[in-house]
């Protein structure tokens, strides 16, 4: 009687890709990850955070005036008009982040979209384009967003739009150095002899193959806008009351801080926290995607 034996082919091991590399290097790095949980602990208490407070953070209560913190059931005390500064910090850190979100958002688009365009076609056309990236970045920037507000009034989606329309321009410089590289690839050759056109070359080919360096930008990016923004407020053209944003709680805390410290102390301790986390994320992801670029 013959043995019958059940063969089976040997599968060979599954290679790791180079993102999984970059996810493991990731992993690795204890202050990009802990900065990812805070970022991830802020983010969920400016969304949900005012929802459960019961002050509302444009709710005026007379007899707390300059209430210290822990005094009168509120944790972080209350500002000159008697309202809930933890209700102003969690709703100012929710427009602040959106406020980065957007205009990183459309910076990403323009600059990546800009920046792609000019590196693929290169001679004449890159050169008119990076020329006019010189003349927007010779603007100041004040100057520029004062000028956008006397035109069309001060309101928030102004404020995305002009900090947004100042931001792409670093972007486009990065993608168009990484396009200039990638264009004389070999995936980029083949992809030219098997007949795409140069939209599709650039949407299909080079635009997925910068995500890498495109992500460690964002995260430097947004706390980047976040600083714009809270200048602006700061100034008084940025976010107006009784609407709040870090920058305008730092600049009302500056105001007050003789006669309430605490006006001035949480807001910028928030906004330092964050500002960190950002940028310990994004020193993470450069040195998981590129280890060499330390």
Known sequence: ????????????????????????????????????????????????????????????????VWLPPLAGGRLLGCDALGRDLLARLLVGLRVSLAIGAVATTVSLVIGVAWGATAGYLGGKVDELMMRLVDVLYSLPFIFFVILLMVAFGSNIVLIFVAIGAVEWLTMSRIVRGQTLTLKHREFVEAARAAGLGRTAIVARHIVPNLMGPVAVYVTLTIPAVILAESFLSFLGLGVQPPMASLGVLIAQGAQDMELAPWLLVFPSLVMVVTLMCFNFLGDGLRDAIDPKDR
Do not use: C, E, H
């Not at 091991?13 to 949980?37: E, I, M, Q, T, Y």
């Open 1 to 64: 009687m013959s043995a019958m034996g059940t063969s089976t082919t040997a599968q060979p091991p599954r290679g790791r890709s180079l993102w999984d590399d970059a996810r493991a290097r990731l992993l690795r790095n204890r202050a990009a990850v802990a900065s990812a949980w805070v970022l991830a602990a802020l983010v969920l208490a400016a969304v949900i955070g005012p929802w459960l407070l019961p002050f509302g953070y444009d709710q005026v209560d007379k007899q707390a």
